[in-house]
T-cell receptor
Framework: AQTVTQSQPEMSVQEAETVTLSCTYDTSESNYYLFWYKQPPSRQMILVIRQEAYKQQNATENRFSVNFQKAAKSFSLKISDSQLGDTAMYFCAFMKGRGNTGKLIFGQGTTLQVKP | SQTIHQWPATLVQPVGSPLSLECTVEGTSNPNLYWYRQAAGRGLQLLFYSVGIGQISSEVPQNLSASRPQDRQFILSSKKLLLSDSGFYLC?????????????????FGDGTRLSIL
C-alpha cells in the first residue's frame, strides 16, 4: 500500500522569502504521479503542481517548484517570493500510474502561514 | 468549461438522523467521481469513487454509502449518522480516459460540506 507523509504540521515564512515544504512517500510502483494541492481558508482544494515519476526534470509553475528525488522517495515543494495569498494548508498527494482509477492518497497536510 | 457543485455548504444534524449530500458536475461526460472526508487538522481520506453510473467502490468500511443515479450526479448518504461522521466532505471529479492513465487528468474539487453531528 502507498503512504504519503508530511512531517511538518505547521510552518511560517516572511512575505517575499522562500519556504520549502517536505513530503515523503512509500510505494513499490514504478509509474506514478505526485501532486501538491493548496487549501486556503476558503477550504477549496486547488492543484498547485504535478510531477510525473518518469520525468527527471523537476516541475515548475511560476513561483512554485518541486525537488523530486525518486530514489529517496522525496517530493518537496519550494515557494519563492512568498505572498500573503499563499497562506493555506498544503497537501502532498500520490496517484498510481496506468490502470488506476485516479485515486489520490493524501498526506496529513502542512499549514503555511505567510507573515507580512 | 467544467464546474462542480456541492451542497449544502454546512449542515448540522443530530446523531441517528439520515444524511444526503449531493454533488453534480457540469460541462463534461462520464467523469470519474470521488467523495473524500477531511477530519479536523488532517488530510483527505478517500471514501468512495465511481467510474460510471451505478458503479461505486468503497475504500473504507464505514457508516456511509454512495450512489451515482446519473452520469454527473454523486450522492453521499447515511441512514443513521454517528458522532464520528463529523467532518468536512469534499466531492471531486476527473476526466476518464480509455487509456486508463489519470495522472495527466487532475482531480477538481467542489467547495465542500462541513458536517457537524450533535
Amino acid at each position: 500500500a502507498q503512504t504519503v507523509t508530511q512531517s511538518q504540521p505547521e510552518m511560517s515564512v516572511q512575505e517575499a522569502e522562500t519556504v520549502t515544504l517536505s513530503c515523503t512517500y512509500d510505494t513499490s510502483e514504478s509509474n506514478y504521479y505526485l501532486f501538491w494541492y493548496k487549501q486556503p481558508p476558503s477550504r477549496q482544494m486547488i492543484l498547485v503542481i504535478r510531477q510525473e515519476a518518469y520525468k527527471q526534470q523537476n516541475a515548475t509553475e511560476n513561483r512554485f517548484s518541486v525537488n523530486f528525488q525518486k530514489a529517496a522517495k522525496s517530493f518537496s515543494l519550494k515557494i519563492s517570493d512568498s505572498q500573503l495569498g499563499d497562506t493555506a494548508m498544503y497537501f502532498c498527494a500520490f496517484m498510481k500510474g496506468r490502470g488506476n482509477t485516479g485515486k489520490l492518497i493524501f498526506g496529513q497536510g502542512t499549514t503555511l502561514q505567510v507573515k507580512p | 468549461s467544467q464546474t462542480i457543485h456541492q451542497w449544502p455548504a454546512t449542515l448540522v444534524q443530530p446523531v441517528g438522523s439520515p444524511l444526503s449530500l449531493e454533488c453534480t458536475v457540469e460541462g463534461t461526460s462520464n467523469p470519474n467521481l470521488y467523495w473524500y472526508r477531511q477530519a479536523a487538522g488532517r488530510g483527505l481520506q478517500l471514501l468512495f469513487y465511481s467510474v460510471g453510473i451505478g458503479q461505486i467502490s468503497s475504500e473504507v468500511p464505514q457508516n456511509l454509502s454512495a450512489s451515482r443515479p446519473q452520469d454527473r450526479q454523486f450522492i453521499l448518504s447515511s441512514k443513521k449518522l454517528l458522532l464520528s461522521d463529523s467532518g468536512f466532505y469534499l466531492c471531486a471529479w476527473s476526466v476518464s480516459t480509455l487509456m486508463g492513465t489519470y495522472g495527466n487528468q487532475p482531480q477538481h474539487f467542489g467547495d465542500g460540506t462541513r458536517l457537524s453531528i450533535l
